[in-house]
């Protein structure tokens, strides 16, 4: 087992490259069923999600729009929770089939406070696709859609996911030692 220093931080191998692949490749397979004939629009939430928004993409079929845009603040290794900023959301989502791309959803905060002023739009619906969920750690239920793993309620870095600004580099995902 691989370990990786990431700042002050140990971190162990905990979902291998292959692995990442094979179930991102499974969730492009449920969407492009599930949307067959149709044209969603994906929303990646930056920074964490666009590895994973990138390899879920390359996987569609269907036709698709993608737009990113940038959420929350998170800082060190607690869930700030405070929703800053929603910069880069220029599409019209009316009458849109809309899925929001997350990295992980850990309390589940970012996306509750964020998911109301999407329905405002009033898109023809709104799911989520997470790479990762930790239950133990919801504190906000959600509806997930499609979710990659799911995943004990520890810090995770790689593949798109950072710990204090590193780590995202990763083509593994890492669990705190
Ligand atoms: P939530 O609002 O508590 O669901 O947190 C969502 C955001 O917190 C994610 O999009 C990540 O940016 C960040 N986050 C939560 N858990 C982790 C983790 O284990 N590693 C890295 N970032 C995390």
Redesign the pocket.
Known sequence: MAIVKVHDKSFETFISEETIQQRVKELAGMINKDYAGERPLFIA?L???FMFAADLFKHLTIEADICFIK??S?KG?K?S?KVVTSIGLEEDLFGKQVIIV????????????FLPKLMHQQPKSLKIVAL?H?PE????PLELSYVGFEIPN????GYG???DGLGRNFKEIYQ?V
Do not use: P, Q, R
């Not at 520890?154 to 870095?157: A, G, H, I, L, R």
């Open positions: 939430i920074n964490g999600s959420l929350a998170y290794m869930s929770g997350e990295d992980i959803v850990d309390t589940g905060k970012t996306l509750h406070n990762l930790k750690a919801i504190e906000y520890k810090f995770v870095v996911l950072d710990y705190l």
